[in-house]
């Protein structure tokens, strides 16, 4: 509860807002798994999808179109953009404080922060996607991974971490997305750590050991806390969670 508290940035510590992008109640189905085309049966849908993204230019929806085409013409996948597509540039999917809601978050009303810390929710930490140095899902969200994780098996071929596996496995389970990108400060997000000096939590990578350290005293002696950071914007250290609506 106190990382969706004093996670976020000064410039979403405003009163919640109704939002709106809703995950398929039914989560994943059989029919956006295994590619169905004759020669490919090895080959997962999500990995037909960003091919023709990454080497046709083909949208995320054009992709899909193609994709649900049965064979002998193609796959035959029926797939959402969550379950298929690289969402990298995708204005919603990257927007610090977007919320992706999971079938437990009703559509369409304000949400606090209690609502969110008792529903299956994880943070994502990073515009590309969740990262690996820092991991937040509440209680509830680990047992329905736990219990759903035959239902990702359809996953395990793509070429993957960890990371981007939970990613994707928690919203083809219909476990609610929170975007809360001031939790992570890393390289690969496009951020520069060091010294470490902000309010995140985690800040990564530092592979050698005395930069780890020197990042380390830093952030003891100069670093900020998210309740630093909230009582200077005004907050007096009680931020609340600031939802964007997802068009």
């Known amino acids: 509860v106190q990382i969706l508290q004093f996670g ?74 969550y379950e298929a597509c690289d969402l990298t540039h995708d204005g919603v999917w990257a927007e610090d404080g977007g919320l992706l809601r999971g079938d437990s978050l009703p559509a369409g009303l304000p949400v606090t922060v209690t609502e969110l810390a008792a529903a299956p929710v994880y943070i994502n930490n990073c ?43 928690m919203l083809s389970l219909g476990v609610s997305r929170l975007n809360v990108f001031s939790l992570l400060s890393e390289t690969a997000c496009g951020e520069e750590p060091a010294p470490c000096s902000g309010a995140d939590v985690a800040f990564h990578p530092f592979k050698k050991k005395e930069d780890y350290f020197a990042c380390w005293a830093y952030a003891k002696s100069y670093g900020r806390s998210p309740v630093q950071v909230s009582e200077a914007a005004g907050g007096g250290g009680q931020v609340r969670v600031g939802i964007r609506r997802a068009a």
């Open 8 to 81: 976020l940035p000064p410039s979403l510590v405003r009163k919640v807002t109704p939002d709106g992008r809703r995950l398929s109640p039914s989560g994943v189905s059989d029919s956006c798994s295994m590619c169905r085309l004759a020669g490919h049966e090895t080959e997962t849908c999500a990995q037909h999808a960003v091919w023709l993204q990454e080497n046709e230019g083909r949208s995320c929806e054009e992709a899909l179109s193609r994709i649900s085409r049965l064979p002998p013409t193609d796959c035959g996948c029926q797939c959402t953009k």
């Open 127 to 169: 515009k590309f996607g969740l990262h690996g140095p820092i991991e937040v899902l509440t209680a509830s969200a680990v047992t329905v991974y736990v219990r759903g994780l035959p239902r990702c098996d359809f996953l395990k071929d793509e070429p993957w971490g960890e990371d981007k596996f939970l990613d994707r496995c």
